[in-house]
Nanobody
Framework: QVRLVESGGGLVQAGASLRLSCAEY????????MGWHRQTPGGGRVLVAN???????NYEDSVRGRFTVSRDNSKNTVYLDMNRLKPEDSGIYFC?????????????????WGQGTQVTVSS
């Protein structure tokens, strides 16, 4: 079964840095787009950053210049380096990925989500 395993959240002070990791296991090919979403209490999930298999990336405006998304295709892993963290960056960070799964004779793409990791930035 294809799954995503996240790590790296925690409690830090404003201005600190954290690195989140998310590894995909069980897919039959490397994931296409991988990314990170943030969910806050009472809010929906918003895209923070994502990166395609050819390393084209997108960022939410509030994190551009502070966060960097990258991936290691040999490990099917996506990273989110978060610098100069602010209290408003706090939330549960969910990794997601477009993964290839068997379907008859051809593989198909489906989107899966990780379990989420908590990031808390104190002021």
């Amino acid at each position: 079964q294809v799954r995503l395993v996240e790590s790296g959240g925690g409690l830090v002070q404003a201005g600190a840095s954290l690195r989140l990791s998310c590894a995909e296991y069980g897919g039959i090919l490397s994931p296409r787009t991988m990314g990170w979403h943030r969910q806050t209490p009472g809010g929906g999930r918003v895209l923070v950053a994502n990166i395609t298999s050819d390393r084209s990336s997108n960022y939410e405006d509030s994190v551009r210049g502070r966060f960097t998304v990258s991936r290691d295709n040999s490990k099917n892993t996506v990273y989110l380096d978060m610098n100069r963290l602010k209290p408003e960056d706090s939330g549960i960070y969910f990794c997601n990925a477009e993964v290839w799964v068997p379907s008859g004779d051809l593989p198909v793409l489906t989107t899966i989500w990780g379990q989420g990791t908590q990031v808390t930035v104190s002021s």
